[in-house]
Protein backbone atom coordinates (compact mmCIF):
# COMPACT_ATOMS: atom_id res chain seq x y z
CA UNK A 1 0.00 0.00 0.00
CA UNK A 2 1.32 3.24 -1.03
CA UNK A 3 2.09 5.92 1.87
CA UNK A 4 -0.13 8.62 2.54
CA UNK A 5 -1.02 11.55 4.70
CA UNK A 6 -4.59 13.53 4.31
CA UNK A 7 -7.28 12.96 1.75
CA UNK A 8 -5.47 14.00 -1.05
CA UNK A 9 -2.59 12.13 -1.16
CA UNK A 10 -5.34 9.05 0.13
CA UNK A 11 -6.88 9.66 -2.82
CA UNK A 12 -4.24 9.28 -5.22
CA UNK A 13 -2.42 6.20 -3.07
CA UNK A 14 -5.72 4.38 -3.53
CA UNK A 15 -5.90 5.30 -7.38
CA UNK A 16 -1.91 4.64 -8.12
CA UNK A 17 -2.83 1.04 -5.41
CA UNK A 18 -6.12 0.06 -8.06
CA UNK A 19 -4.00 0.16 -11.14
CA UNK A 20 -1.40 -2.52 -9.44
CA UNK A 21 -4.16 -4.60 -8.77
CA UNK A 22 -5.47 -4.41 -12.59
CA UNK A 23 -8.48 -2.37 -12.21
CA UNK A 24 -9.25 -0.27 -15.68
CA UNK A 25 -9.29 3.14 -13.53
CA UNK A 26 -7.87 6.54 -15.16
CA UNK A 27 -7.91 9.87 -13.19
CA UNK A 28 -9.15 12.45 -15.36
CA UNK A 29 -7.99 15.54 -14.20
CA UNK A 30 -8.88 19.31 -15.21
CA UNK A 31 -5.20 20.80 -14.62
CA UNK A 32 -6.11 19.14 -10.71
CA UNK A 33 -2.85 16.72 -11.12
CA UNK A 34 -1.06 19.02 -8.80
CA UNK A 35 -3.74 20.43 -6.73
CA UNK A 36 -4.91 16.47 -6.53
CA UNK A 37 -1.08 15.09 -5.02
CA UNK A 38 -1.34 12.85 -8.17
CA UNK A 39 2.09 13.99 -9.81
CA UNK A 40 3.31 10.69 -9.12
CA UNK A 41 0.36 8.73 -9.97
CA UNK A 42 0.65 10.34 -13.97
CA UNK A 43 4.23 10.13 -14.06
CA UNK A 44 4.16 6.29 -13.21
CA UNK A 45 1.36 5.55 -15.01
CA UNK A 46 0.90 8.11 -18.40
CA UNK A 47 -1.73 6.85 -20.16
CA UNK A 48 -3.97 6.39 -17.11
CA UNK A 49 -3.46 10.10 -16.48
CA UNK A 50 -6.10 12.06 -18.60
CA UNK A 51 -5.55 15.40 -18.86
CA UNK A 52 -8.39 17.44 -20.13
CA UNK A 53 -6.88 21.21 -19.38
CA UNK A 54 -9.05 23.65 -17.40
CA UNK A 55 -12.11 22.60 -18.32
CA UNK A 56 -14.31 20.57 -15.63
CA UNK A 57 -17.49 19.58 -18.09
CA UNK A 58 -14.94 18.69 -20.53
CA UNK A 59 -13.39 16.14 -17.93
CA UNK A 60 -16.75 15.00 -16.96
CA UNK A 61 -17.81 14.88 -20.59
CA UNK A 62 -14.63 12.74 -21.26
CA UNK A 63 -15.03 10.24 -18.05
CA UNK A 64 -18.55 9.45 -19.22
CA UNK A 65 -17.58 8.49 -23.03
CA UNK A 66 -14.40 6.39 -21.24
CA UNK A 67 -17.27 4.54 -19.01
CA UNK A 68 -19.09 3.31 -21.90
CA UNK A 69 -16.42 1.48 -22.97
CA UNK A 70 -16.11 -0.18 -19.39
CA UNK A 71 -13.52 2.14 -17.99
CA UNK A 72 -13.48 3.28 -14.15
CA UNK A 73 -12.52 6.54 -14.61
CA UNK A 74 -12.00 8.82 -11.54
CA UNK A 75 -12.31 12.65 -12.31
CA UNK A 76 -10.65 14.11 -9.11
CA UNK A 77 -10.59 18.11 -8.88
CA UNK A 78 -12.30 20.85 -6.52
CA UNK A 79 -15.91 20.02 -5.72
CA UNK A 80 -17.51 23.25 -6.47
CA UNK A 81 -15.93 23.38 -9.98
CA UNK A 82 -17.29 19.35 -10.78
CA UNK A 83 -20.65 20.07 -9.13
CA UNK A 84 -21.49 23.72 -10.37
CA UNK A 85 -19.39 24.03 -13.06
CA UNK A 86 -19.79 21.33 -14.98
CA UNK A 87 -23.48 19.92 -12.60
CA UNK A 88 -25.29 19.11 -15.82
CA UNK A 89 -22.46 17.11 -17.09
CA UNK A 90 -22.64 15.41 -14.06
CA UNK A 91 -26.38 15.23 -13.82
CA UNK A 92 -27.32 13.98 -17.45
CA UNK A 93 -23.97 12.40 -18.95
CA UNK A 94 -23.39 10.60 -15.78
CA UNK A 95 -26.26 10.40 -13.09
CA UNK A 96 -29.19 9.94 -15.84
CA UNK A 97 -26.90 7.61 -17.95
CA UNK A 98 -25.93 5.64 -14.75
CA UNK A 99 -21.80 5.59 -15.96
CA UNK A 100 -19.42 4.04 -13.78
CA UNK A 101 -17.64 7.32 -13.50
CA UNK A 102 -16.39 8.32 -9.74
CA UNK A 103 -15.53 11.44 -8.75
CA UNK A 104 -12.97 12.81 -5.96
CA UNK A 105 -14.48 16.50 -5.01
CA UNK A 106 -11.61 18.33 -2.74
CA UNK A 107 -11.53 22.27 -0.80
CA UNK A 108 -15.24 20.66 0.34
CA UNK A 109 -16.49 23.50 3.27
CA UNK A 110 -14.71 26.21 4.44
CA UNK A 111 -11.90 24.39 6.30
CA UNK A 112 -11.24 22.83 3.08
CA UNK A 113 -10.41 25.89 0.88
CA UNK A 114 -9.51 27.93 3.91
CA UNK A 115 -6.88 30.57 2.75
CA UNK A 116 -7.77 30.35 -0.26
CA UNK A 117 -11.17 31.99 0.19
CA UNK A 118 -14.76 31.87 -0.89
CA UNK A 119 -13.82 31.10 -4.64
CA UNK A 120 -12.12 28.36 -3.56
CA UNK A 121 -14.39 27.01 -0.71
CA UNK A 122 -17.13 24.86 -1.78
CA UNK A 123 -20.25 24.39 0.96
CA UNK A 124 -23.05 23.37 -1.72
CA UNK A 125 -21.90 20.02 -3.52
CA UNK A 126 -23.95 17.63 -1.16
CA UNK A 127 -27.23 19.74 -1.66
CA UNK A 128 -26.43 18.96 -5.57
CA UNK A 129 -25.56 15.39 -5.46
CA UNK A 130 -28.19 14.36 -2.95
CA UNK A 131 -30.55 15.82 -5.57
CA UNK A 132 -28.88 13.12 -8.52
CA UNK A 133 -30.33 9.52 -8.91
CA UNK A 134 -28.13 6.93 -9.35
CA UNK A 135 -25.21 8.77 -7.43
CA UNK A 136 -23.76 7.71 -3.72
CA UNK A 137 -22.01 10.07 -1.89
CA UNK A 138 -19.29 9.03 0.26
CA UNK A 139 -17.98 11.05 2.77
CA UNK A 140 -15.01 9.96 4.79
CA UNK A 141 -13.72 12.00 7.75
CA UNK A 142 -10.12 11.66 7.06
CA UNK A 143 -6.87 10.47 4.75
CA UNK A 144 -7.52 6.90 6.11
CA UNK A 145 -10.84 6.75 5.50
CA UNK A 146 -10.83 8.37 2.33
CA UNK A 147 -8.26 5.72 1.18
CA UNK A 148 -10.47 2.92 1.62
CA UNK A 149 -13.50 4.98 -0.17
CA UNK A 150 -11.81 5.15 -2.76
CA UNK A 151 -11.43 1.69 -2.97
CA UNK A 152 -14.90 0.98 -2.13
CA UNK A 153 -16.00 3.21 -4.88
CA UNK A 154 -13.77 1.10 -7.74
CA UNK A 155 -16.36 -1.64 -6.85
CA UNK A 156 -19.21 0.04 -6.42
CA UNK A 157 -21.10 0.17 -9.80
CA UNK A 158 -22.33 3.63 -11.28
CA UNK A 159 -21.99 7.01 -10.09
CA UNK A 160 -20.10 7.61 -6.82
CA UNK A 161 -19.42 11.04 -5.47
CA UNK A 162 -16.27 11.33 -2.68
CA UNK A 163 -16.47 14.44 -0.43
CA UNK A 164 -12.62 15.91 0.64
CA UNK A 165 -11.22 19.37 2.45
CA UNK A 166 -7.76 19.73 2.51
CA UNK A 167 -5.61 17.11 2.85
CA UNK A 168 -4.80 18.65 6.21
CA UNK A 169 -7.29 17.34 8.24
CA UNK A 170 -6.37 15.25 11.41
CA UNK A 171 -6.20 11.86 11.61
CA UNK A 172 -9.20 10.33 13.67
CA UNK A 173 -9.55 6.50 12.24
CA UNK A 174 -7.07 4.25 12.91
CA UNK A 175 -5.01 2.65 9.42
CA UNK A 176 -7.30 -0.56 9.61
CA UNK A 177 -10.78 0.50 10.49
CA UNK A 178 -12.36 -0.70 8.15
CA UNK A 179 -14.88 2.03 5.72
CA UNK A 180 -18.10 1.74 7.58
CA UNK A 181 -21.14 0.39 4.85
CA UNK A 182 -23.65 1.46 7.46
CA UNK A 183 -22.77 4.60 7.04
CA UNK A 184 -22.24 5.43 10.88
CA UNK A 185 -19.13 4.52 12.89
CA UNK A 186 -19.77 5.68 16.74
CA UNK A 187 -16.38 6.89 17.79
CA UNK A 188 -17.44 8.07 21.60
CA UNK A 189 -20.10 5.96 23.28
CA UNK A 190 -20.63 8.21 26.76
CA UNK A 191 -24.60 7.80 27.34
CA UNK A 192 -27.44 8.97 25.22
CA UNK A 193 -28.27 12.69 26.60
CA UNK A 194 -27.73 13.52 22.94
CA UNK A 195 -26.09 11.98 19.46
CA UNK A 196 -23.92 13.99 17.51
CA UNK A 197 -23.24 13.08 14.10
CA UNK A 198 -20.55 14.11 12.13
CA UNK A 199 -19.27 14.25 8.62
CA UNK A 200 -16.25 14.68 6.67
CA UNK A 201 -13.28 16.45 8.26
CA UNK A 202 -14.97 18.38 11.60
CA UNK A 203 -15.11 15.09 13.33
CA UNK A 204 -12.09 15.56 15.68
CA UNK A 205 -14.38 18.51 16.82
CA UNK A 206 -17.14 16.87 17.31
CA UNK A 207 -15.27 13.78 19.57
CA UNK A 208 -13.30 16.69 21.39
CA UNK A 209 -16.66 18.23 22.34
CA UNK A 210 -18.34 14.75 23.00
CA UNK A 211 -15.54 14.42 25.78
CA UNK A 212 -15.89 17.97 26.87
CA UNK A 213 -20.24 17.80 27.74
CA UNK A 214 -18.69 14.08 29.72
CA UNK A 215 -16.13 16.17 32.06
CA UNK A 216 -19.90 18.53 32.68
CA UNK A 217 -21.97 15.31 33.07
CA UNK A 218 -23.40 15.41 30.29
CA UNK A 219 -22.92 11.92 28.16
CA UNK A 220 -23.38 11.52 24.20
CA UNK A 221 -22.93 10.15 21.98
CA UNK A 222 -20.62 11.00 18.86
CA UNK A 223 -20.45 8.86 15.48
CA UNK A 224 -19.00 9.31 11.88
CA UNK A 225 -21.46 9.51 9.02
CA UNK A 226 -19.58 8.23 6.01
CA UNK A 227 -22.24 7.29 3.54
CA UNK A 228 -25.11 10.14 3.01
CA UNK A 229 -28.37 9.23 1.54
CA UNK A 230 -27.46 5.83 1.29
CA UNK A 231 -29.73 2.74 0.85
CA UNK A 232 -29.28 0.64 3.90
CA UNK A 233 -29.42 3.52 6.87
CA UNK A 234 -30.47 0.83 9.15
CA UNK A 235 -27.52 1.85 12.05
CA UNK A 236 -28.20 5.46 11.86
CA UNK A 237 -31.58 4.81 13.07
CA UNK A 238 -30.38 2.46 15.71
CA UNK A 239 -28.25 4.81 16.86
CA UNK A 240 -30.68 8.01 16.35
CA UNK A 241 -33.34 5.83 18.47
CA UNK A 242 -31.65 5.96 21.41
CA UNK A 243 -31.47 9.58 22.10
CA UNK A 244 -34.17 12.65 22.57
CA UNK A 245 -31.73 14.70 20.68
CA UNK A 246 -29.97 14.54 17.67
CA UNK A 247 -27.32 17.44 16.45
CA UNK A 248 -25.38 17.15 13.16
CA UNK A 249 -22.33 18.60 12.52
CA UNK A 250 -20.94 19.67 9.09
CA UNK A 251 -18.74 21.97 7.10
CA UNK A 252 -21.49 22.36 4.78
CA UNK A 253 -24.27 24.81 4.05
CA UNK A 254 -27.17 24.00 6.87
CA UNK A 255 -29.12 23.38 3.48
CA UNK A 256 -28.58 19.55 1.65
CA UNK A 257 -26.14 17.87 3.64
CA UNK A 258 -26.00 15.84 6.57
CA UNK A 259 -28.40 18.10 8.83
CA UNK A 260 -31.23 17.53 5.88
CA UNK A 261 -30.02 13.81 5.72
CA UNK A 262 -31.02 13.18 9.69
CA UNK A 263 -33.67 15.46 9.58
CA UNK A 264 -35.24 13.40 6.76
CA UNK A 265 -34.81 10.16 8.67
CA UNK A 266 -36.00 11.62 11.96
CA UNK A 267 -38.96 12.61 10.05
CA UNK A 268 -39.29 10.00 8.65
CA UNK A 269 -38.66 7.02 10.92
CA UNK A 270 -38.85 8.36 14.64
CA UNK A 271 -39.31 12.07 15.22
CA UNK A 272 -36.93 13.31 17.52
CA UNK A 273 -35.77 17.28 17.70
CA UNK A 274 -32.37 17.92 15.18
CA UNK A 275 -30.10 20.70 15.88
CA UNK A 276 -27.49 21.53 12.93
CA UNK A 277 -24.53 23.07 12.99
CA UNK A 278 -23.38 24.32 9.35
CA UNK A 279 -22.37 26.79 7.81
CA UNK A 280 -25.58 29.74 6.36
CA UNK A 281 -23.46 32.00 5.00
CA UNK A 282 -20.50 32.55 2.57
CA UNK A 283 -16.62 31.69 4.58
CA UNK A 284 -13.57 33.83 4.53
CA UNK A 285 -9.91 33.16 4.14
CA UNK A 286 -8.23 32.29 7.22
CA UNK A 287 -5.88 29.11 8.27
CA UNK A 288 -8.33 25.88 8.75
CA UNK A 289 -8.42 26.19 12.47
CA UNK A 290 -9.14 29.85 13.45
CA UNK A 291 -11.56 29.77 10.36
CA UNK A 292 -13.44 26.55 11.69
CA UNK A 293 -13.40 27.86 15.08
CA UNK A 294 -15.07 31.02 13.53
CA UNK A 295 -17.83 29.18 12.03
CA UNK A 296 -18.94 27.59 14.88
CA UNK A 297 -17.17 24.32 14.46
CA UNK A 298 -15.19 24.81 17.80
CA UNK A 299 -15.16 22.12 19.89
CA UNK A 300 -16.72 24.49 22.56
CA UNK A 301 -19.55 25.56 20.38
CA UNK A 302 -20.25 22.18 19.76
CA UNK A 303 -20.93 21.25 23.49
CA UNK A 304 -22.27 24.49 24.01
CA UNK A 305 -25.04 24.08 21.51
CA UNK A 306 -25.59 20.71 22.76
CA UNK A 307 -26.08 21.79 25.94
CA UNK A 308 -28.06 24.46 25.58
CA UNK A 309 -30.39 22.29 23.57
CA UNK A 310 -30.62 19.89 26.75
CA UNK A 311 -31.67 23.18 28.72
CA UNK A 312 -28.24 22.80 30.84
CA UNK B 1 -22.25 1.52 -50.78
CA UNK B 2 -23.41 2.12 -53.75
CA UNK B 3 -24.03 6.07 -53.99
CA UNK B 4 -27.59 5.52 -55.67
CA UNK B 5 -28.52 3.10 -53.05
CA UNK B 6 -27.08 5.29 -50.45
CA UNK B 7 -29.42 8.16 -51.52
CA UNK B 8 -32.11 5.77 -51.52
CA UNK B 9 -31.89 5.23 -48.42
CA UNK B 10 -31.37 8.82 -47.25
CA UNK B 11 -34.48 9.66 -48.45
CA UNK B 12 -35.78 6.89 -46.82
CA UNK B 13 -35.18 7.69 -43.49
CA UNK B 14 -35.72 11.59 -44.36
CA UNK B 15 -39.40 10.15 -45.14
CA UNK B 16 -39.56 8.10 -41.79
CA UNK B 17 -38.40 10.44 -39.62
CA UNK B 18 -41.01 13.23 -40.75
CA UNK B 19 -43.43 10.89 -40.53
CA UNK B 20 -42.76 9.84 -36.80
CA UNK B 21 -42.89 13.79 -36.27
CA UNK B 22 -46.45 13.58 -37.86
CA UNK B 23 -47.72 11.14 -36.18
CA UNK B 24 -46.45 12.57 -32.66
CA UNK B 25 -47.05 15.69 -33.53
CA UNK B 26 -44.18 17.07 -31.88
CA UNK B 27 -40.55 17.27 -32.95
CA UNK B 28 -37.36 18.76 -34.90
CA UNK B 29 -37.34 17.97 -39.02
CA UNK B 30 -35.39 20.80 -40.19
CA UNK B 31 -32.49 19.63 -38.04
CA UNK B 32 -33.16 16.00 -38.81
CA UNK B 33 -33.50 16.55 -42.60
CA UNK B 34 -30.03 18.53 -42.70
CA UNK B 35 -27.96 15.84 -41.37
CA UNK B 36 -29.89 13.42 -42.78
CA UNK B 37 -27.41 12.30 -45.62
CA UNK B 38 -24.46 12.04 -43.06
CA UNK B 39 -26.12 9.98 -40.76
CA UNK B 40 -27.15 7.39 -43.87
CA UNK B 41 -23.73 7.36 -45.22
CA UNK B 42 -22.30 6.65 -41.68
CA UNK B 43 -24.44 3.47 -40.64
CA UNK B 44 -25.08 2.20 -44.67
CA UNK B 45 -21.36 2.36 -45.62
CA UNK B 46 -18.60 3.91 -43.18
CA UNK B 47 -18.91 2.54 -39.59
CA UNK B 48 -18.18 -0.66 -38.56
CA UNK B 49 -20.82 -1.75 -37.04
CA UNK B 50 -23.24 -5.01 -36.29
CA UNK B 51 -26.76 -4.45 -35.26
CA UNK B 52 -27.36 -7.97 -34.11
CA UNK B 53 -24.59 -7.15 -31.81
CA UNK B 54 -25.16 -2.96 -30.58
CA UNK B 55 -23.18 -3.62 -27.52
CA UNK B 56 -19.77 -5.30 -29.66
CA UNK B 57 -16.98 -4.05 -27.56
CA UNK B 58 -15.04 -3.20 -31.21
CA UNK B 59 -17.94 -1.24 -32.92
CA UNK B 60 -17.23 2.19 -34.51
CA UNK B 61 -18.86 4.65 -32.17
CA UNK B 62 -21.81 7.36 -33.13
CA UNK B 63 -23.20 10.24 -31.29
CA UNK B 64 -25.65 12.91 -32.34
CA UNK B 65 -24.36 15.38 -30.45
CA UNK B 66 -27.21 17.74 -31.84
CA UNK B 67 -29.33 15.62 -30.19
CA UNK B 68 -32.97 16.85 -31.02
CA UNK B 69 -32.28 15.85 -34.67
CA UNK B 70 -32.72 12.22 -33.70
CA UNK B 71 -36.28 11.23 -35.82
CA UNK B 72 -33.15 10.41 -38.48
CA UNK B 73 -31.08 8.91 -36.22
CA UNK B 74 -34.08 6.65 -34.62
CA UNK B 75 -35.55 6.07 -38.58
CA UNK B 76 -31.72 5.01 -40.01
CA UNK B 77 -31.46 2.62 -36.99
CA UNK B 78 -34.81 1.34 -37.83
CA UNK B 79 -33.61 0.89 -41.12
CA UNK B 80 -30.24 -0.98 -40.67
CA UNK B 81 -31.71 -3.29 -38.36
CA UNK B 82 -31.24 -2.28 -34.72
CA UNK B 83 -35.12 -2.55 -34.02
CA UNK B 84 -36.02 -6.45 -33.87
CA UNK B 85 -38.49 -6.80 -35.40
CA UNK B 86 -38.67 -3.56 -37.67
CA UNK B 87 -40.95 -0.58 -36.16
CA UNK B 88 -44.05 0.12 -37.85
CA UNK B 89 -45.35 3.13 -35.66
CA UNK B 90 -42.49 5.04 -33.44
CA UNK B 91 -44.54 7.03 -30.55
CA UNK B 92 -42.02 9.74 -30.92
CA UNK B 93 -42.13 11.88 -27.21
CA UNK B 94 -45.19 9.88 -26.23
CA UNK B 95 -45.42 8.48 -22.74
CA UNK B 96 -44.31 5.06 -22.25
CA UNK B 97 -42.46 5.26 -25.77
CA UNK B 98 -38.58 4.34 -26.22
CA UNK B 99 -38.44 6.92 -28.55
CA UNK B 100 -37.34 9.89 -26.25
CA UNK B 101 -37.86 13.53 -27.09
CA UNK B 102 -33.86 13.43 -27.27
CA UNK B 103 -31.91 10.27 -27.23
CA UNK B 104 -31.58 7.78 -24.28
CA UNK B 105 -28.88 5.23 -24.26
CA UNK B 106 -31.09 3.44 -21.83
CA UNK B 107 -34.63 3.96 -23.06
CA UNK B 108 -34.42 0.88 -25.09
CA UNK B 109 -33.51 1.78 -28.46
CA UNK B 110 -30.36 -0.68 -29.06
CA UNK B 111 -27.26 1.38 -30.61
CA UNK B 112 -27.66 4.75 -28.73
CA UNK B 113 -23.82 4.99 -27.50
CA UNK B 114 -24.73 7.78 -25.77
CA UNK B 115 -27.57 10.09 -23.99
CA UNK B 116 -27.74 13.62 -25.59
CA UNK B 117 -29.60 16.49 -25.74
CA UNK B 118 -28.07 19.17 -24.17
CA UNK B 119 -26.18 20.96 -26.29
CA UNK B 120 -22.23 20.81 -26.95
CA UNK B 121 -21.36 18.09 -25.37
CA UNK B 122 -20.77 15.11 -28.12
CA UNK B 123 -16.86 16.39 -28.50
CA UNK B 124 -15.76 15.94 -25.22
CA UNK B 125 -17.73 12.84 -24.85
CA UNK B 126 -16.53 11.25 -27.73
CA UNK B 127 -13.16 12.46 -26.99
CA UNK B 128 -13.70 10.05 -23.93
CA UNK B 129 -14.33 7.23 -26.18
CA UNK B 130 -11.77 8.10 -28.47
CA UNK B 131 -9.31 7.65 -26.08
CA UNK B 132 -10.39 4.96 -24.42
CA UNK B 133 -9.87 3.14 -27.86
CA UNK B 134 -6.33 4.15 -27.65
CA UNK B 135 -5.50 2.81 -23.94
CA UNK B 136 -7.49 -0.20 -24.39
CA UNK B 137 -5.51 -0.38 -27.78
CA UNK B 138 -8.68 -0.53 -30.17
CA UNK B 139 -8.66 0.17 -33.59
CA UNK B 140 -13.05 1.77 -33.43
CA UNK B 141 -13.58 4.92 -34.80
CA UNK B 142 -15.76 7.35 -32.62
CA UNK B 143 -18.18 9.40 -35.11
CA UNK B 144 -19.77 12.53 -33.99
CA UNK B 145 -22.05 15.21 -35.50
CA UNK B 146 -22.64 18.34 -34.35
CA UNK B 147 -24.39 21.41 -35.40
CA UNK B 148 -23.30 24.32 -35.76
CA UNK B 149 -25.69 26.50 -33.41
CA UNK B 150 -24.23 24.00 -30.31
CA UNK B 151 -20.88 25.21 -31.47
CA UNK B 152 -21.40 28.22 -29.24
CA UNK B 153 -21.38 26.13 -26.13
CA UNK B 154 -18.03 26.50 -24.44
CA UNK B 155 -17.77 22.79 -23.78
CA UNK B 156 -17.65 22.10 -27.46
CA UNK B 157 -14.08 23.87 -27.21
CA UNK B 158 -12.87 22.54 -24.00
CA UNK B 159 -13.55 19.10 -26.45
CA UNK B 160 -11.88 20.46 -29.24
CA UNK B 161 -8.81 21.29 -26.67
CA UNK B 162 -8.54 17.83 -25.03
CA UNK B 163 -8.87 16.14 -28.34
CA UNK B 164 -6.32 18.08 -30.03
CA UNK B 165 -3.98 17.83 -26.85
CA UNK B 166 -4.40 13.64 -26.34
CA UNK B 167 -3.60 13.40 -30.48
CA UNK B 168 -6.76 11.96 -30.77
CA UNK B 169 -6.86 10.63 -34.27
CA UNK B 170 -9.45 8.36 -34.04
CA UNK B 171 -11.85 10.93 -33.53
CA UNK B 172 -14.43 12.39 -36.80
CA UNK B 173 -16.86 15.22 -35.66
CA UNK B 174 -19.12 16.47 -38.51
CA UNK B 175 -20.14 19.81 -38.33
CA UNK B 176 -23.84 19.97 -40.13
CA UNK B 177 -23.32 24.21 -41.25
CA UNK B 178 -26.78 24.74 -41.88
CA UNK B 179 -26.50 28.23 -40.82
CA UNK B 180 -29.18 27.97 -38.39
CA UNK B 181 -29.87 27.83 -35.00
CA UNK B 182 -33.61 28.00 -32.52
CA UNK B 183 -34.03 31.52 -33.34
CA UNK B 184 -32.22 32.79 -36.33
CA UNK B 185 -28.86 32.50 -38.44
CA UNK B 186 -25.54 31.29 -36.65
CA UNK B 187 -24.26 34.68 -38.10
CA UNK B 188 -26.98 37.13 -36.60
CA UNK B 189 -26.28 35.30 -33.47
CA UNK B 190 -22.39 35.67 -33.27
CA UNK B 191 -21.53 37.23 -36.39
CA UNK B 192 -19.89 34.78 -38.22
CA UNK B 193 -19.91 31.03 -39.45
CA UNK B 194 -16.26 30.32 -39.83
CA UNK B 195 -16.79 26.74 -38.51
CA UNK B 196 -13.52 25.56 -40.91
CA UNK B 197 -11.43 28.12 -39.49
CA UNK B 198 -12.08 28.15 -36.42
CA UNK B 199 -11.48 24.08 -36.03
CA UNK B 200 -8.28 24.84 -38.50
CA UNK B 201 -7.00 27.41 -35.55
CA UNK B 202 -7.36 24.71 -32.60
CA UNK B 203 -4.84 22.09 -34.76
CA UNK B 204 -7.82 19.98 -35.97
CA UNK B 205 -6.97 18.30 -39.28
CA UNK B 206 -10.44 20.00 -41.02
CA UNK B 207 -11.91 19.30 -44.39
CA UNK B 208 -15.03 21.22 -46.19
CA UNK B 209 -17.52 19.35 -47.92
CA UNK B 210 -21.09 19.36 -49.32
CA UNK B 211 -22.98 17.63 -46.43
CA UNK B 212 -25.21 16.06 -48.84
CA UNK B 213 -23.11 14.78 -51.37
CA UNK B 214 -22.88 10.83 -50.31
CA UNK B 215 -19.31 10.63 -52.10
CA UNK B 216 -18.09 13.50 -50.71
CA UNK B 217 -19.03 12.42 -47.14
CA UNK B 218 -17.46 8.71 -47.75
CA UNK B 219 -14.16 10.66 -49.61
CA UNK B 220 -13.80 12.43 -46.54
CA UNK B 221 -13.87 9.85 -44.04
CA UNK B 222 -10.96 8.24 -45.97
CA UNK B 223 -9.07 10.99 -46.48
CA UNK B 224 -9.44 11.62 -42.47
CA UNK B 225 -8.54 8.09 -41.85
CA UNK B 226 -5.28 8.25 -44.05
CA UNK B 227 -3.90 11.68 -41.93
CA UNK B 228 -3.04 10.87 -38.50
CA UNK B 229 -1.93 12.85 -35.49
CA UNK B 230 -4.75 14.97 -35.26
CA UNK B 231 -8.16 14.44 -34.48
CA UNK B 232 -10.73 15.39 -37.56
CA UNK B 233 -13.57 17.94 -38.76
CA UNK B 234 -15.21 17.77 -41.32
CA UNK B 235 -17.87 20.53 -41.85
CA UNK B 236 -20.29 19.56 -43.69
CA UNK B 237 -22.38 23.06 -46.02
CA UNK B 238 -25.76 21.81 -45.41
CA UNK B 239 -29.44 23.28 -46.00
CA UNK B 240 -31.68 22.51 -42.87
CA UNK B 241 -34.57 21.06 -44.03
CA UNK B 242 -32.95 19.58 -46.96
CA UNK B 243 -35.65 17.30 -49.28
CA UNK B 244 -38.80 19.11 -48.45
CA UNK B 245 -39.90 22.05 -50.72
CA UNK B 246 -41.47 23.44 -47.65
CA UNK B 247 -38.92 23.05 -45.32
CA UNK B 248 -35.68 23.75 -46.67
CA UNK B 249 -34.06 26.91 -45.21
CA UNK B 250 -37.13 27.83 -43.64
CA UNK B 251 -36.49 28.18 -39.92
CA UNK B 252 -39.92 27.97 -39.10
CA UNK B 253 -39.01 24.12 -39.18
CA UNK B 254 -36.27 24.18 -36.40
CA UNK B 255 -39.39 22.25 -34.67
CA UNK B 256 -42.55 21.81 -36.05
CA UNK B 257 -45.54 19.61 -37.23
CA UNK B 258 -46.74 19.39 -40.26
CA UNK B 259 -50.38 19.82 -41.61
CA UNK B 260 -52.52 17.16 -43.50
CA UNK B 261 -51.43 19.24 -46.98
CA UNK B 262 -47.69 19.05 -45.65
CA UNK B 263 -47.49 15.80 -45.09
CA UNK B 264 -49.08 15.38 -48.34
CA UNK B 265 -46.75 17.17 -50.10
CA UNK B 266 -44.19 14.80 -47.95
CA UNK B 267 -45.43 11.72 -49.31
CA UNK B 268 -45.11 13.42 -52.89
CA UNK B 269 -41.63 14.71 -52.10
CA UNK B 270 -39.73 11.56 -49.63
CA UNK B 271 -42.28 8.50 -50.04
CA UNK B 272 -42.53 5.47 -52.44
CA UNK B 273 -39.23 4.19 -54.07
Not at chain 1, 19 to 35: H, I, N, R, T
Not at chain 2, 87 to 97: A, D, T
Request: with cysteine.
Amino acid sequence: MAKFKGVREAFAAALTDLVVEGKDVYGVFPDSLSAMRAISFGEKYPERYVECGIAEQCAVDVAAGMATTGAIPFVGSYSGFLTMRAGEQMRTFVGYTDLNVKFAGFNAGCMGGEREGVTHQFYEDLAFVSSLPNFKILTPADGNQMYKAVKLAAELKGPVYLRGGSGKEPTVFPEDAPFSLDGITVCKDYGSDAVILSTGHVLDRVIAAADQLKEKGINVTAADINILYGDNPAKILEVMAKTELVVTVEDHNINGGLGSYISRLATENRPVKVKRIALEDYSESGPAKELGDKEGFSPENIAAVVAKCLGK
Amino acid sequence: METAALQKIARRVRFEAVRMIYEGKEGHPGPALSCADIVATLYFDVMNINPDEPDWEDRDRFILSKGHGCPIWYATLNERGYLKPKVEHFHLRELGSIFQGHPSMHSGVPGIDMTTGSLGNGIAIGAGMAYAAKVHKKDYYTYVICGDGEMQEGVTWEGVNMAKGRGLDNLVVFVDNNGWQSYKTIEFTIGQNNMADRFRAFGWHTQEINGHDVEQIKAAVLIAKKTPGSPHAIICRTIKGRGLSYMENNNKWHKGVPTEEQWAITQTELGGE
